[in-house]
């Protein structure tokens, strides 16, 4: 089975700009998060998604990041206009619907703002 | 808001040697997962622990859920130069699809 797939892998940009971030989570799996991780922090929840619907989002930062899943299955997460604190790298993961369905990550995305 | 405190913060061992690691929070979770990160990959679920006390092995792996289920830990023996990476527990509360995660262990084997 094809794990959580994330691009890109990295990015650059500069501050002002607009990126956008996609992932396609493992088929099937109703439950799409997105995370973040600052250098040496935590990895931060962002929001999470039960097939197209919002069902958490109290972890985005501001109203500058704008995360979609159209139809349930991938998920963009976009930033406009990107700020320097924005860097960190963006990961995606998907669960199952069961209790015991665990989160399976993707590589992350590495933004960096300049 | 809820947090994971993940100790150490980082850890330099001989290979060969046991490793412990744990986590504890002030608030009560109902699933404790483990995971580790290798450099540009994403985190690895290692193990998953559902019950408060549950003692669970995976090879060298033993991870332990609290009884009081705030706290956790992970135990890697005989350790070897591939179990370099960060380590990362996660917990899960009732009612909720939102797992927190600490900051890491992370971890260097020095052969």
């Known amino acids: 089975e094809a794990g959580v797939t994330q691009f890109p892998s990295h990015s650059v940009i500069e501050k002002g700009q607009t990126v956008t971030l996609r992932c396609d989570p493992i088929?099937?799996?109703?439950?799409l998060y997105w995370y973040r991780r600052v250098m040496g922090k935590e990895i931060k929840f962002l929001l999470h998604f039960v097939k197209e619907s919002k069902q958490d989002e109290s972890g985005m930062p501001n109203n500058r990041f704008l995360a979609e899943r159209t139809g349930g299955t991938y998920s963009t997460l976009k930033v406009q206009p990107a700020e320097l604190e924005d860097s960190g790298v963006y990961f995606c993961?998907?669960?199952?619907?069961?209790?015991?369905?665990?989160?399976?990550f993707g590589n992350g995305t590495r933004l960096t703002v300049t | 808001g809820q947090q994971l405190n993940q100790s150490p913060q980082s850890m330099f061992i001989q290979e060969g040697e046991d490793v412990s690691m744990n986590c504890t929070s002030s608030s009560i979770f109902n699933t404790w997962l483990w995971y580790k990160q290798d450099p540009g990959e994403g985190p690895v679920l290692l193990i998953a622990l559902y019950k408060a006390g549950e003692l669970t092995s995976n090879g060298r792996l033993t991870a332990q859920f609290g009884i009081t289920r705030k706290d956790s830990f992970l135990n890697i023996s005989a350790s070897i130069p591939s179990d370099v990476g960060i380590y990362f527990c996660a917990g899960l509360t009732s009612g909720t699809y939102k797992y927190i995660f600490g900051t890491g262990t992370r971890l260097k084997v020095l052969a």
């Open positions: 993961a998907s669960s199952g619907s069961s209790f015991y369905s665990p989160l399976h």
């Open positions: 088929s099937g799996h109703d439950n």
